[in-house]
């Protein structure tokens, strides 16, 4: 399967340590932060080294999986994940979630929302029947994309990440998603 796509204002494309810049200014920014693991913003830079190093065991083993940098016009705007979510209580599951983290800069271009149509596809391709965002049940900048993406809402489950989270699916059989 391709490690790069393209969309039409998008490149999804594998990430490395060229990017630890991007992606320590990324989660540096509390804004974006705040809505990821422990939630506080990073403040080495080696933070970031980590995270770009650990990106592949994130992914597993499927080959459609990845963490994926995407960029406009050749220049890193956010990042888009297609990857099996961490079990609560670390149980057995084969669940596979879309997620996304984009610059603040970036936000507010419909960028999330193109990126993850590509990787919905991509998801849909390989064979997934179903698809999961996990987001913060306070994160409706997160749970909006969510909706335009054309996802049902599941309300709050605690199946990933131990902990209490909002979650959507979207099932291979309800099609690609909504057109807005
Ligand atoms: C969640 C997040 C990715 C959403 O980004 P976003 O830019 O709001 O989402 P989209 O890509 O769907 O863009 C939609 C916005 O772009 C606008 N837009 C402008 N041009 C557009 C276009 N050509 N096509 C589509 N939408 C467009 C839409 O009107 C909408 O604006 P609104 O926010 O004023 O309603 C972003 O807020 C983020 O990175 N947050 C921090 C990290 C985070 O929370 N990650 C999720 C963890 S679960």
Same mark, same amino acid.
């Given at each position: 399967m391709d490690a790069t796509i393209r969309t039409e204002r998008l490149v999804l494309r594998r990430m490395g340590l060229d990017d630890t810049d991007f992606l320590f200014d990324l989660f540096s920014r509390p804004e974006v932060a /705040? $809505?990821?693991? &422990?939630g506080k913003p990073m403040t080495e830079r080696a933070q970031a080294v980590e995270r770009i190093e650990a990106q592949p065991g994130r992914a597993? !083993?499927?080959? &459609?999986?990845g963490v994926f940098g995407v960029e406009v016009g050749e220049e890193l705007v956010g990042m888009a994940l297609l990857v099996p979510p961490p079990s609560s209580g670390g149980g057995a599951r084969d669940d596979v979630e879309i997620g996304w983290h984009f610059h603040p800069d970036a936000w507010g271009h419909g960028y999330a929302t193109e990126a993850a149509r590509a990787l919905v596809d991509r998801g849909f391709s390989a064979g997934f029947e179903e698809l999961y965002a996990v987001t913060d049940p306070d994160n409706e900048r997160s749970q909006a994309v969510c909706r335009r993406l054309g996802m049902t809402d599941l309300g709050? /489950? !605690? !199946? $990933?990440? !131990?902990t209490t989270t909002r979650a959507f699916v979207l099932a291979a059989a309800s099609g690609r998603g909504s057109d807005q």
């Open positions: /705040r $809505w990821s693991g &422990a597993g !083993d499927h080959p &459609a999986c709050l /489950r !605690d !199946d $990933w990440y !131990d």
